[in-house]
């Protein structure tokens, strides 16, 4: 795969399950329904493009113990925020409504370690290895400060909760598309 596609469709199709997820709320309620499950299917592709992404990010990075174990953490929390969407579009399939919904979700929670890993602190290490990652990144001038601003501004916004992906989504594509990258910063500045 082009690495310049990844870079550009994974912060799309998180802007995508934002507005995704916006339609699916207007009646008062989330799920289910094909808006969540097009909403959640497309932040679970976004997800598997952030593999290559990571790993496009620890090439420019240099490769070092530094680079590797930020890209580690950004990739188990893609893992991590993999299983809640899946979780999320198997639940959303077999439930009839919403209220069946929030049984199941309690259901799947209440399994020692499932909230913890795969709804609250998993996901944030997705956000961590991008916070992290673009710093660096923009020490070694290996992306441009301006790609880093605006993945920090996402990080950031991702704090105010889920209704705040559709900014998210639009800092990270500014941040990530397209990424032209500049190859390998000077080895003086490897870690």
Not at 23 to 29: A, I
Not at 45 to 66: K, M, N, Q, S, Y
Not at 111 to 128: D, R
Request: aromatic residues 6%; glycine residues 10%.
């Amino acid at each position: 795969m082009n690495k310049s596609v990844a870079f550009t469709t994974a912060p799309v199709l998180v802007t995508a399950y934002a507005g995704l997820r916006a339609l699916d709320g207007m009646d008062g309620e989330r799920g289910p329904g094909p808006a969540w499950t097009a909403g959640h299917l497309a932040f679970l592709a976004a997800l598997i493009l952030f593999v290559p992404v990571f790993l496009e990010l620890r090439r420019l990075a240099g490769r070092g113990p530094f680079a590797t174990a930020t890209a580690a953490i950004g990739l188990v929390g893609a893992v991590c925020t993999m299983a809640q969407i899946s979780v999320d579009l198997v639940v959303g399939a077999l439930a009839a409504d919403h209220a069946a919904m929030r049984g199941m979700f309690a259901d799947v929670q209440s399994v020692p370690g499932v909230s913890l890993v795969v709804y609250a602190v998993g996901p944030v290490l997705l956000f961590v290895g991008l916070l992290v990652m673009f710093c660096r990144l923009a020490v070694v001038r290996a992306v441009p400060v301006w790609r880093t601003v605006a993945v920090v501004l996402a990080v950031l916004v991702s704090l105010l909760g889920l209704d705040a992906l559709p900014a998210v989504g639009l800092l990270l594509c500014a941040g990530l598309a397209p990424f032209p990258g500049r190859g390998t910063p000077p080895a003086t500045a490897h870690s």
